[in-house]
Nanobody, 118 residues
């Protein structure tokens, strides 16, 4: 059974920092990419950052220069370091994983709330 377990969300003041973690277990086959999406109330889910096996990390324009994604491939873990947080970053953050060699499947975490407010 595939599980993506997220941690690190919470309440932070504007300008503050948070670090999200996501550990994947039960993955059969090669992990091709891991990353983070977010969904704010009344909005569609959007890509925040993605680290794939090919090329460098991909970031949403709104987080470039503030967020950093990294992977620990040995432990199937992905991190999101979030700095200079803004109220607009408030959302549920979902961990994402794409795995498989011939048949590629998408997996999602349960989501972790990030609230940026004074």
């Amino acid at each position: 059974q595939v599980q993506l377990v997220e941690s690190g969300g919470g309440l932070v003041q504007p300008g503050g920092s948070l670090r999200l973690s996501c550990a994947a277990s039960g993955i059969i086959g090669r992990i091709n990419a891991m990353g983070w999406y977010r969904q704010a109330p009344g909005k569609q889910r959007e890509l925040v950052a993605l680290a794939s096996n090919i090329g460098g990390p991909n970031y949403a324009d709104s987080v470039k220069g503030r967020f950093t994604i990294s992977r620990d491939n040995a432990n199937n873990t992905v991190y999101l370091e979030m700095n200079s947080l803004e109220p607009e970053d408030t959302a549920v953050y979902y961990c994402y994983c794409n795995a498989g060699r011939w048949t590629r499947l998408d997996y999602w975490g349960q989501g972790t709330q990030v609230t940026v407010s004074s």
